[in-house]
């Protein structure tokens, strides 16, 4: 079935680094999706790449689909700890309505 | 005025006991879902109901079984928990007919098997 995975499992920054977390897919995506959840939360959607290597931003997030439309990446400019929290992609898979999740990458940010 | 909500948030029960999770949405949407989260953060789909159908049953023991009474509601009914159905669930809606419509989550219930 459809693997999602995404690295680095883990990162810790101190506030002001950057930060990316990449995920990769094994077969060629229809879109990509990303969300945050916060630590207790719940996920919490952040964007959808539909087009081969388009580029969005929100604020200090990045995020960019490959050309290939088999990866993507989220790069946070100048972290904050309000950052703080797991990352993950989510890829359409076999019907529209079903949402395969990547590993995720928790990031974690300190003064 | 809560998108999506769950309740109970936390359940705590003896192994062998069957419980139930209710999810209820007013964001008006067609299609929901039941996910499982691990203690590794692992998030996996495991049922999605459409206007009351069923659409998507992962590989789920059947000792889980989703209902809808109707578009706005999704119940998970566990029988004979086991200490490895401690996770948190979420449940999740979506307006179907656009590929690619987000999803949105309730806050999740937090069960622990004891």
């Known amino acids: 079935g459809q693997q999602v995975m995404q690295i680095p499992q883990y990162q810790h920054v101190q506030e002001g680094e950057d930060f990316t977390t990449y995920c990769n897919s094994s077969?060629?995506?229809?879109?990509i999706q990303w969300y945050k959840q916060r630590p207790g939360g719940h996920p919490v959607f952040l964007i959808q790449?539909?087009?081969?290597?388009e580029v969005k931003k929100q604020k200090r997030l990045t995020f960019q689909f490959g050309e290939a439309k088999k990866n993507s990446s989220l790069h946070i400019t100048a972290t904050q700890t309000t950052d703080v929290g797991t990352y993950f992609c989510?890829?359409?898979?076999?019907?529209?309505?079903?949402?395969?999740f990547g590993t995720g990458t928790r990031l974690q940010v300190t003064l | 005025d809560t998108a999506v909500s769950q309740t109970p948030k936390y359940l705590v029960t003896q192994m062998g006991n069957d419980k139930s999770i209710k999810c209820e949405q007013n964001?008006?949407?067609?299609?929901m879902y039941w996910y499982k989260q691990d203690s590794k953060k692992f998030l996996k789909i495991m049922f999605s109901?459409?206007?009351?159908?069923?659409?998507i049953n992962e590989t789920v023991p059947n000792r889980f079984s989703p209902k809808s009474p109707d578009k706005a509601h999704l119940n998970l009914h566990i029988n004979s928990l086991e200490l490895g159905d401690s996770a948190v669930y979420f449940c999740?809606?979506?307006?179907?007919?656009?590929?690619?419509?987000?999803?949105?989550f309730g806050p999740g219930t937090r069960l622990t098997v004891l």
């Open positions: 109901y459409n206007n009351k159908e069923l659409i």
């Open positions: 989510a890829v359409g898979t076999g019907t529209a309505s079903k949402l395969t």
């Open positions: 790449l539909v087009k081969s290597g």
């Open positions: 964001l008006g949407h067609d299609t």
């Open positions: 077969t060629t995506l229809s879109n």
């Open positions: 999740a809606s979506r307006l179907s007919g656009r590929a690619g419509n987000e999803q949105f």
